[in-house]
């Protein structure tokens, strides 16, 4: 388990560096470079002359590996430059605006789960019953419908003519339950369908048959070994779910002003604050990969056959 | 006397399950082979109706799409105006109408183009392996490092908003899709019987790529292909939405809710049916790969 965990680290350093070198390549790609920007975000246009002078003091100069060396080493020492907007470094920008952020997906992830692990076993259990048809049904519309649309729907309903929430957001509990039920209400969708074929993969196979045969009640087949076994590929589901939720942060939080990361990374593009879209990019990736990391390190305790392996060995 | 106390419960047991799921139960299959294709068929045509409707859109449309008329600004759908006019006075269901051209053909190209290149690169770093194989799944690793639209996002922001711009941003993403399921897929294929006598046979590198490896991977990419045009289309409408895509005036789905916005509480038709145009688009096509996942990839029965 140990030597796993650390082949897995190695892995993961070896991706975020790879993911720290093409956030970098595509910040080279911009139009305009750190040191017209300057000028830029002061007001005034440059001479020719004063931007090449500016560019090498900038370092803008060095060979590209060069530079991508000196900005990952301060990336590394937590330095992710200076928000050229906002006039403050983009560490304290994100510090600022990533728990808003947290606190929106972690929300809507618990109430995600607490709904959809039930119907999904439900449809499952009830396959091909009227209830299992009409989970299915409703999923099939909430998978189809843009997440921005539903945002816009809830809105109008709920804040413009019910009067029930603001329209502009507020960080207390009736601010966020808009925003968590547009983030939700797809993903339940999506995960109640993978959480009933997970499920109904597990009641298809011969040791449940057995079971039956055997006598055993249909609730301790369900709750006593299907679930336990179910349980594995939904928790990689879970892992996954977190993507979306930081992804589809974006969206969610512009439409709502919701003051975290991705309202701020729509707001940095519109006036080109390179240094904080790199911030965001880097950190969603680095959020991202750690959780499926850890979510793939449960997997190896949760699952039976890893775990009593190792004790035969 | 405890065993046949267990083997009249088992006994029991069965007959209950047998009451409860009745004789049919055994021996009709949930959905049998016609109805899957029926169930196909009826999805294509819902399908080929909405593309109908997309691309004769500009001769349904009632009005200019681009004409305003400030005289009936923000009015409330109509006999004249079936879905209201926009903050300019302009027929929202003309708006619609055109550009559902735009949302199709920009979508269908999409998922082509990234189908193809995924497609391609995956079957050949499938069936040569080595390190090859190593750096290009590496490098789609570090890709889906990035969360959902994170990277398409981070993309646009550098090199600007712009129609062109998110096709690139889009695509750099997802075409490693397409490569990792046909990757999987060759690498499996690589050492079947039939490929190692096709190989003997004196069959050529492309040959078996194309005519013994592309055989076998496209029913599934077929299936990836349909069930993706719904996703491609929400991820381009969503980064319209955000006004990072489309410019006005063009009339583009995403836009029009990114527009109605702004009007939502005196004007919600602009965004009300925008958003159903692209919602009911993407319900058909999911529903359409749906149904063709169910008959060529039989694994949930």
Known sequence: MIQYIAKRLVQLIAVLFGVTFLTFMITQAA??????????????????????????????????LVQYGRWLWNVLHGDLGTSTKFSESVLTQMSRKLPMTIELAAVSGVIMVLIAFPLGILSAVKKNKWIDYLIRFLSFFGISMPNFWLGLLLMYVFAVRL???????????????????????????????????????????????????????????????????????????????????????????????????????????????????????IWMAVIYVMVNLLVDIMYRLLDPQIRLRKKVD | MGQASEEKGAVIHRYKEWKRHGRKALLKPAMTKKGKWLRFIIFAILALAVLFIAFLGPVLAPYDPLATDYGASLSPPSPEHWFGTDNVG????????????????????????????????????????????????RFTDILLAFPDTVFAIAVVGMIGPGLLNTILALSLVWWTKYARLTRGLASVMRSKDFIIQAKFGGVK?????????????????????????????????????????????????????????????????????????????????????????????????
Request: glycine share 10%.
């Open chain 1, 31 to 64: 139009p305009s470079d750190a040191a017209q920007m300057q000028y830029i975000s002061m007001g005034t246009i440059p001479s020719e002359e004063l931007l090449e002078q500016t560019r090498e003091e900038m370092g803008l100069n060095d060979p590209v």
């Open chain 1, 163 to 281: 009067g029930w929430f603001h329209v502009v957001s507020t960080n207390d509990i009736a601010g966020i339950v808009l925003p968590v039920a547009t983030l939700t209400i797809p993903m339940v969708c999506t995960y109640v369908r993978q959480i009933r074929a997970a499920v109904l993969e597990e009641l298809n196979s011969n040791y449940v048959v057995g079971a039956r045969s055997r006598g055993i009640s249909e609730r301790r087949i369900i709750f006593g070994h299907v679930l336990p076994n179910a349980l594995l590929p939904i928790v990689t589901l879970i892992g996954l779910s977190v993507g979306h939720l930081l992804g589809g942060a974006a969206i969610i939080e512009t439409l709502f002003s919701w003051q975290g990361i991705g309202n701020m990374v729509v707001e940095a593009i519109r006036v080109r604050d390179y240094p904080l879209i790199q911030g965001y990019v």
């Open chain 2, 90 to 137: 302009r027929d929202v269901l003309s708006r619609i109408l055109y550009g559902a051209g735009n949302s199709f053909s920009l979508t269908f190209i999409m998922v082509a183009a990234v189908s193809v290149i995924g497609t391609l690169i995956g079957m050949v770093s499938g069936y040569f392996g080595g390190i090859l194989d190593t750096i290009i799944m």
């Open chain 2, 205 to 301: 590198t492309p040959g078996i790529l194309f005519r013994y490896i592309l055989p076998n991977v496209l029913p599934q990419v077929v299936v990836t292909m349909t069930l993706d045009i719904g996703g491609m289309m929400l991820s381009l409408a969503g980064l319209s939405f955000l006004g990072l895509a489309s410019q006005p005036p063009t009339p583009e789905w995403g836009y029009m809710l990114y527009e109605g916005k702004s009007y939502l509480q005196t004007a919600p038709w602009i965004m009300l049916f925008a958003g159903l145009a692209i919602f009911i688009t993407v319900l058909v096509f999911n529903l359409l790969g749906d149904s063709l996942r169910d008959i060529l990839d039989p694994k949930e029965e």
